[in-house]
């Protein structure tokens, strides 16, 4: 049975997630669709690419990706199909695959192109369900589209490095459910600058010396439980996808509030770590 996965910006109010898996059922009765997530922020390429990077290679090899984020055709805006990783992704190439693909080579891209058949306002719906269908029964993604080389690139995807490496960069990509930010700085990439050097990492008028490697590190197990006063307290991890990652400690955006709330921080924003010599 072939697998579907969906991930838009178009929430759950209207109707937009619900007629593109109608639209699926109609073609394949038999297919599994996933929603992961329809709540990325309006046109926002780089939040939607960290989700589909660290959400698709929990699916089986094969499954199919529609990436319904800035969809519109346009001159600068085509749509396309990407074999990756034993994956197939659907989507506009705007810079939504950088991600994955700067970690891995793709086997095949193609720019589709069937819009000549299709008359259509709503391309996720018309187009891309038509091609992902297509390829759940197998067929070849040289029959919707002409072979591209390239993919464009997300702007400032990589943080930047002063020529003395002294200092990284980078900006925050994403805001989870729990306020915590994410920036566009991986542990490899730190690692690799870093050289064992000490640090200071900064964001607005907060600053930390170190890095844990989970969100209880910061906790004293040896005082007891009622004696502790850690919930609200600000840290800085390498998260599950290897990101690093401003966080509070046991955050929760209804009540103590996250790091974004407590913090100031908001997308794009500049994180900045200094290596002392």
């Known amino acids: 049975m072939a697998i579907i996965t969906l991930t838009t910006d178009f929430g759950e109010k209207d109707h937009f997630a619900g007629a593109i898996k109608g639209a699926i059922y109609s073609e394949l009765p038999d297919v599994k ?3 992961i997530s329809h709540s990325v922020s309006p046109f926002n390429i780089p ?3 960290y989700i589909i990077q660290n959400a698709y ?6 499954t199919i990706h529609i990436i319904g984020i800035d969809a519109e055709i346009n001159e600068e805006n085509k749509h396309i199909a990407i074999k990756l990783d034993d994956h197939y992704f659907v989507c506009a190439n705007n810079g ?4 994955i693909c700067s970690e891995i ?5 193609v720019e589709i192109n069937i819009h000549d058949k ?12 038509k091609v992902a269908c297509h390829i759940a029964r197998g067929g070849k993604l040289g029959i919707i589209g002409k072979t591209i080389g390239e993919i464009k690139p997300i702007k400032n995807l990589e943080p930047y490095v002063n ?8 900006s925050i990509i994403y805001i989870d459910n729990y306020g915590n930010v994410v920036t566009n700085i991986r542990k490899s990439f730190f690692e ?8 200071e990492v900064s964001a607005r008028n907060h600053k930390f010396k170190k890095i844990h490697s989970k969100y209880s590190d910061i906790v004293n197990f040896e005082i007891p439980e009622e004696n502790r006063n850690d919930e609200g307290r600000g840290l800085v991890v390498f998260n599950s996808s290897h990101y690093l990652e401003i966080a509070i400690y046991k955050g929760n955006t209804s009540n103590i509030g996250g790091a974004s709330s407590l913090m100031g921080l908001k997308l794009r924003d500049t994180v900045t770590i200094n290596f002392i010599k």
């Open 33 to 35: 669709i996933v929603d």
């Open 47 to 49: 939040e939607a690419a």
């Open 57 to 62: 290679s929990s699916f089986p090899k094969g």
């Open 96 to 99: 939504i695959m950088s991600m």
């Open 105 to 109: 080579s793709p086997t095949e891209i």
């Open 118 to 129: 299709i008359e259509t306002s709503f391309p996720v719906l018309d187009v891309f369900v």
């Open 163 to 170: 020529d003395e490496k002294t200092q990284i960069i980078g």
């Open 192 to 199: 690799d600058i870093q050289k064992g050097r000490q640090f």
